[in-house]
């Protein structure tokens, strides 16, 4: 299994970034794919995930109406846009594979890949 992860940087407040995850190794098509987020001091928090089929999804409630999860199952790539971001959203952002398909596997993971960094700062 293989997660890499890419689209981070430094962005302004009010500012958008696109976070992209290639997945491989794996039938990417049968399980439910989350974004986790961890920052220095901070316990690592869920912050969007969907389904396998990606009809069902779910947010944090410090980012919602602000972050949308999707997925292409053809290009095996999961992706998570973000608006309006502010400085509390600074942290390494991982992206992972669930061990199931539906929402119930959405908030554990059994593979992650290495991580990318956000930083949302003047």
């Known amino acids: 299994v293989q997660l890499v992860e890419s689209g981070g940087g430094l962005v302004q407040p009010g500012g958008s970034l696109s976070l992209s995850c290639a997945a491989s190794g794996f039938t990417f098509s049968s399980f439910a794919s989350s974004w986790f987020r961890q920052a220095p001091g901070k316990e690592r928090e869920m912050v969007a995930a969907i389904s396998s089929d990606g009809a069902t999804t779910e947010y944090a409630d410090s980012v919602k109406g602000r972050f949308t999860i999707s997925r292409d199952n053809v290009k095996n790539t999961l992706y998570l846009e973000m608006n309006s971001l502010e400085p509390d959203d600074t942290a390494v952002y991982y992206c992972?594979?669930?061990?199931?398909?539906?929402?119930?596997?959405?908030?554990?993971?059994?593979?992650r890949g290495q991580g990318t960094q956000v930083i949302v700062s003047s």
């Open positions: 992972t594979k669930a061990r199931g398909a539906g929402s119930w596997s959405f908030h554990g993971y059994d593979y």
